[in-house]
């Protein structure tokens, strides 16, 4: 069973970005079936990498947009954006060096991180590029 179902109203009406959230789902429930199924730390931390290059290329997308068209709260929302990468790479660096396990703990962080700011902030900016012509 999948830690995260994508709902349509995850949707941030712009089909590029619905497409890289979709596949960060994805990864964080690859991710959750390998912790869960006891797969080696090689594995899990290879897949945690995957999952931190991804992130980092799609919040780059988002804030690409964001230049292009003046986004009002841009610097917010990429604030958000570096919080997360330092706390995931926290996480990869402690895992990496044994001081931790990927646990349900961090799991439930990227669940919830997740799905909080697409929610949240990603929300906020969906009206403003949807008014500027980006679907």
């Not at 941030?12 to 979709?22: A, F, P, R, S, T």
């Not at 799991?107 to 008014?131: C, P, Q, R, V």
Request: negative net charge; hydrophobic residues 35%.
């Amino acid at each position: 069973m999948s830690m995260i179902e994508w709902k349509e109203p995850y949707s941030v009406n712009i089909k590029k970005l619905d497409e890289q959230h979709k596949t960060l789902i994805q990864m964080i429930n690859t991710l959750h079936d390998a912790m869960r199924d006891g797969k080696g730390n090689a594995t899990l931390g290879q897949i945690l990498d995957k999952l931190i290059k991804y992130a980092a290329d799609h919040f780059q997308c988002e804030e690409s947009l964001f230049t292009i068209h003046k986004y009002p709260d841009h610097i917010h929302h990429k604030h958000e954006h570096e919080e997360f990468v330092k706390n995931v790479l926290v996480f990869k660096e402690d895992f990496d060096s044994g001081r931790i396990a990927l646990t349900l703990k961090v799991m439930n962080f990227l669940k919830e991180w997740l799905i909080k700011h697409i929610l949240g902030s990603d929300k906020e900016y969906t009206n403003y590029l949807n008014a500027r012509g980006v679907y």
